[in-house]
């Protein structure tokens, strides 16, 4: 546990992992995040950290419908799998 944060006398979770409701006493005991977190962990939220891998280049591009359709019929992440196709395509074509 982070020093300065204390633990809950009482819990927030009954025994089938249920969050009960807060109590008075609970609200009291709340303290701002910037007082319950060092500053290395905080940010504002929807603040993205800092990008592990080399930032991507925001484009425009079209595409043919089936395309579109073939990549959002998988799911989530599908802009980041046609990425993924076109390097491939890069990699058996010779260019990287």
């Not at 905080?42 to 595409?63: M, Y």
């Amino acid at each position: 546990m982070h020093e300065g944060i204390t633990a809950m006398k009482t819990r927030l979770t009954d025994k089938d992992g249920e969050v009960r409701e807060l109590t008075d006493d609970d609200v009291k005991r709340m303290r701002p995040m910037s007082k319950a977190l060092p500053a290395n962990l905080q940010r504002t939220i929807g603040q993205r950290g800092k990008q592990r891998s080399p930032t991507k280049v925001k484009t425009s591009i079209r595409l043919s419908q089936e395309v579109i359709d073939h990549f959002k019929a998988e799911g989530e992440g599908w802009q980041r799998r046609i990425d993924q196709a076109l390097k491939q395509y890069i990699r058996e074509h010779g260019g990287g």
